[in-house]
């Protein structure tokens, strides 16, 4: 099958354009720089210079190809970007790009906990791109993971950036009390790759969470454990406190924390998956052995070991 991806550079790109090429599909990317793409892959690919928010590069990118998957997204607005643009128009801008090249199958990644009634401007963004989805005529599938991590995630490492440059104690914000169910990106990847040979994933929306569910705390002493520091005190800081440091490192090209982050940390982040176990099997890769294989008590890290 011929597919085009958008995001391939990203961190769950480069896993999902290596589960296609393993299992034989020609892959095209689009990307700003053909540079930034060709060092993630398991051999050199296609590569369509552009972004989503130019109709005429995903013309150039999509043309003759069987599929598109869209991966792009933002965790923080910059750059003059919104998350709306990027998660609701920019989805809105490829599904009629993908439509128009004659693409029959979309595999879409949007967030579990979106919803229109989100605390977080990020979750309403990502559930409007979902609705852009659902009203299109591509045989399309959804994917929702929870906090995905993985060799040269943003998440994990991190905390664990937190945790080494803090000698005695980890700071947790708020209560820590935060509901999680941590996917790997390798799993993430397998059921991007596998859905387009299931016809029957086709306009079914999928929740992607790991075999745990882990609070914050829990997270947290988890990294501390893997980086061979299990005695390490955890305090908790004041959501009060945390957004008024938020406000000032909003205004960073790449914030550490932002105020939308804490909304989204006010509720749970986990969903049943028993859809998805039943469509891609009960096989998941478990957290606490997961990050042992990238965070270490040196700091020695390999971004991208098995990628």
């Known amino acids: 099958m011929k597919i085009a991806l958008t995001g391939a550079t990203g961190f769950v790109g480069g896993y999902v354009v290596n589960a296609l090429l393993r299992r034989g599909?020609?892959?095209?990317?689009?990307?700003r720089s053909p540079d930034s793409a060709r060092s993630k892959f398991l051999r050199p690919v296609p590569v369509a210079v552009g972004d989503?928010?130019?109709?005429?590069?995903?013309?150039?990118?999509?043309?003759?190809?069987?599929?598109?998957?869209?991966?792009v997204g933002i965790i923080h607005e910059a750059d003059g970007h919104s998350f709306d643009?990027?998660?609701?128009?920019?989805?809105?801008?490829?599904?009629?790009?993908?439509?128009?090249?004659?693409?029959?199958?979309?595999?879409?990644i949007s967030a579990m906990g979106s919803s229109p009634e989100s605390p977080s401007a990020y979750g309403r963004s990502k559930?409007?791109?979902?609705?852009?989805v659902r009203r299109c005529h591509?045989?399309?599938?959804?994917?929702?993971p929870s906090i995905i991590f993985g060799p040269g995630d943003g998440f994990v490492n991190q905390l664990a950036g937190i945790a080494r440059s803090a000698p005695f104690v980890f700071p947790v914000i708020g209560s820590g009390k935060t509901m999680f169910i941590p996917v790997s990106v390798r799993d993430v990847a397998r059921c991007f790759a596998q859905a387009?040979?299931?016809?029957?994933?086709?306009?079914?929306?999928?929740e992607l969470g790991g075999p745990e569910a882990f609070t914050f705390e829990e997270i947290a002493r988890e990294i501390a454990r893997a980086l061979g520091k299990p005695g390490k005190r955890i305090i908790h800081v004041p959501i009060a406190l945390a957004r008024f440091a938020a406000r000032f490192a909003e205004r960073l090209p790449a914030p550490p924390l932002t105020r939308d982050q804490l909304a989204s940390l006010s509720v749970d982040n986990v969903a049943d998956t028993a859809g998805t176990r039943a469509a891609f099997g009960d096989t998941w890769a478990g957290f606490r052995a997961g990050i042992r294989e990238y965070v270490h008590p040196r700091g020695r890290h390999d971004p991208m070991i098995g990628i």
């Open 127 to 132: 559930a409007a791109g979902e609705e852009v």
């Open 85 to 108: 643009e990027i998660h609701r128009h920019g989805t809105a801008l490829v599904v009629a790009a993908a439509e128009r090249a004659g693409a029959r199958r979309y595999l879409h």
């Open 52 to 71: 989503i928010l130019d109709a005429s590069s995903l013309a150039a990118a999509f043309a003759g190809c069987d599929a598109v998957v869209h991966l």
């Open 25 to 31: 599909h020609e892959v095209r990317v689009l990307a």
């Open 138 to 144: 591509l045989d399309w599938t959804i994917f929702r």
């Open 196 to 206: 387009l040979e299931k016809p029957e994933t086709i306009r079914k929306t999928y």
